[in-house]
């Protein structure tokens, strides 16, 4: 990595980031859309009747299970509440082995051992995806494995296809070949499909240099600085390489058993609904423009037609245009919450928004909350005065302002990372997603390396400020459509009991 580079990270962790400037959450009737039965079915019927340059489901798998078994590394050493129900619950996990870990009773700190180390199972260093989660009657299935059940039911391709990009580390893709070898097969043939699976790596250009707390190079025992990968933000730059248009995403461990899994099935029918009658609703838009457009231009050539000379220069200036204007307008504002900023005359008028129309669509899940951990919905407003829809973190917000404190406090809804997102123009071209990252929303972390405190630069969130100036539409979806395992002992919940 260069030297540039790197002092523009280190200036960027030492200056933060500006705090965004919140206009409202995001409620019922004002940037969520809360859908009545009728509505849902007929979103859900149109994900079936639209027609689509090819889906693909992508699964965000980065990244080791440590963070899941913080607490039964913890107990480990010093036996605590976690590992003890870890011991005294042992037989209801999927991963539960008489080989590994002996017979009742089970000795609460030796139990942790066994699942943790690489004596054991060596779950403290595996990545979630490959873990086992579930447990059946003729099968114990991992969190991929789940995927792979889950994208036979609502991602079938018109060839039978299924196509899955899973974003993994390097370092793990033996663990998830072997993974997915296990039950590949046997899944093509149960449900009558055939699986196209791609493992991608985050781009180690992404990785951004660590700081030390007061903002210098953070420096590793052997003198070279350290670098670490820059957050799930850097996956836009995999999301952009996806040659589908329709593209489902959703993490790796909000997976649930398949006895629970149609109303999961329904709901991202009904987000991708919704995304293809948006999209369908904005080509409109766009071709209608064009055609105004070209049909003016065309008339202009005529000389004897006087009034069309005059719009030779703005084409844009005609009856039918500013009409077409006023309901795109009343469009953006009812549906998507963005207003926009004045224009100078008709010609920028129209212009803007066919930019603003013209972008990569995502529609968004979003769940009541009920104290889960996870972003939430809100309307920002820019700089230009223009307001839009996003997902906000907690460290976005500045503590200090009274409203935007209020403003949080005030969001009835969270982020379960369930989107729905469609990456072609309408003329049928893919969107250069990098275009559409806002740089200015990423995130200063505080983390450590071999027990020293660091600052840590992450990229702009993959569904935080990479899609920031996507269009967005946020969609009330049941809280049974979200089930992440955080803690091992989450899969103790009745979402991951058979």
């Known amino acids: 990595m260069d030297n540039t580079k790197i002092n523009a990270e280190l200036e960027r962790i030492r200056k933060g980031f500006p705090w965004l400037d919140i206009a409202a959450p995001a409620t019922p009737g004002n940037g969520i859309e809360v859908l009545t039965p009728e509505q849902a079915s007929r979103a859900e019927a149109y994900a079936d009747s639209a027609d689509v340059a090819g889906k693909c489901k992508f699964v965000p798998a980065s990244g080791a ?4 078994f913080k607490d039964i590394f913890a107990g480990e050493q010093q036996e605590n509440d976690a590992v003890r129900k870890l011991a005294a619950e042992l037989e209801k996990f999927a991963f539960y082995d008489p080989a590994v870990f002996g017979t009742a009773p089970y000795n609460p700190s030796l139990t942790a051992k066994a699942l943790l180390s690489e004596d054991g199972l060596g779950y403290g260093k595996k990545p979630k995806g490959v873990l086992k989660f579930h447990r059946y009657p003729t099968e114990v299935r991992t969190a991929i494995a789940e995927h ?3 994208g036979q039911a609502y991602m079938r391709n018109a060839d039978g296809s299924v196509k899955l990009i899973v974003t993994i580390s390097p370092e793990h893709l033996g663990l998830f070949e072997a993974a997915v070898a296990e039950f590949k097969e ?4 149960r449900y009558g499909v055939k699986y196209d699976v791609e493992f991608t790596f985050q781009d180690k250009a992404t990785d951004t240099v660590a700081a030390t707390p007061d903002g210098k190079v953070f420096l590793k025992e052997d003198g070279t600085p350290l670098f670490r990968p820059a957050g799930h933000g850097a996956l836009i730059y995999n999301l952009d390489k996806v040659e589908e248009e329709l593209v489902s995403i959703k993490n790796i461990d909000n997976v649930c058993v398949e006895r629970l899994q149609p ?3 329904k709901w991202k029918k009904v987000l991708m609904g919704r995304a293809l009658e948006l999209r369908d609703r904005i080509f409109d838009y766009l071709y209608t423009f064009d055609q105004l457009t070209e049909l003016r231009k065309n008339m202009a050539d005529f000389a004897y037609v006087p009034v069309y000379n005059m719009l030779q220069d703005d084409p844009f200036a005609t009856p039918e245009c500013q009409e077409l204007c006023n309901e795109v307008e009343a469009f953006l504002r009812d549906e998507l919450c963005i207003t926009m900023p004045p224009a100078k005359d008709s010609r920028a008028r129209a212009q803007a928004l066919i930019d603003k129309l013209n972008r990569p669509i995502r529609v968004c899940g979003m769940v009541r909350n009920e104290g889960e951990p996870g972003g939430g919905p809100f309307i920002i407003r820019h700089k230009d005065g223009s307001t839009s829809l996003q997902i906000l973190e907690g460290v976005q917000v500045n503590p200090d302002d ?3 404190v209020a403003a949080l406090k005030g969001a009835t809804h969270f982020n379960p990372v369930d989107l729905v997102c469609c990456l072609h123009n309408y003329k049928g071209e893919p969107f250069n997603l990098l275009e559409y990252v806002d740089p200015e929303t990423g995130f200063i972390s505080s983390k450590s390396y071999e027990g020293r405190p660091l600052k840590a630069l992450e990229l702009p969130g993959l569904w935080n400020g990479a899609m920031s100036d996507w269009n967005t539409l946020f ?9 992440p395992v955080k803690t091992v002992l989450d899969l103790l919940r009745p979402a991951h009991i058979q």
């Open 148 to 150: 792979f059940v889950e």
């Open 263 to 265: 109303t999961t099935y």
């Open 186 to 189: 046997q899944y093509e043939q």
């Open 65 to 68: 299970a440590s963070r899941m």
């Open 475 to 483: 969609v009330e979806v049941p809280a049974e459509t979200f089930n």
């Open 402 to 404: 009274p409203a935007a």
